[in-house]
């Protein structure tokens, strides 16, 4: 609840898909300039989501810091994890 009221794009935003699959679902939310990427693993096993996005995010909840190169960022949730990524 503390990060969905610190991150308007949460509460406000438009949303897109952008990655969906059995295990792993990404979405956008987006409100102004602010945008905001939630991945989530349904999954037993860690995976990855390879987003087409550029620049530095930061996971919210884990204080991960990740870094896309060649505009694509890719990001490790583990089993049933979560990542929250603003810049």
Do not use: M
Request: glycine share 6%; aromatic share 6%; hydrophobic share 35%.
């Amino acid at each position: 609840a503390k990060v969905r009221r610190e991150q308007n794009a949460l509460r406000r935003g438009s949303y897109e898909t952008l990655q969906a699959g059995d295990s792993l679902l990404a979405y956008s939310k987006k409100s102004g300039s602010e945008e905001v990427l939630v991945v989530l693993n349904r999954s037993d096993k860690a995976q990855t989501a390879v987003l087409n996005r550029s620049g530095s995010w930061t996971d919210a909840l884990s204080g991960n810091n990740y870094s896309a190169e060649l505009d694509q960022l890719l990001v490790e949730v583990p089993a049933f994890g979560t990542r929250i990524l603003s810049q």
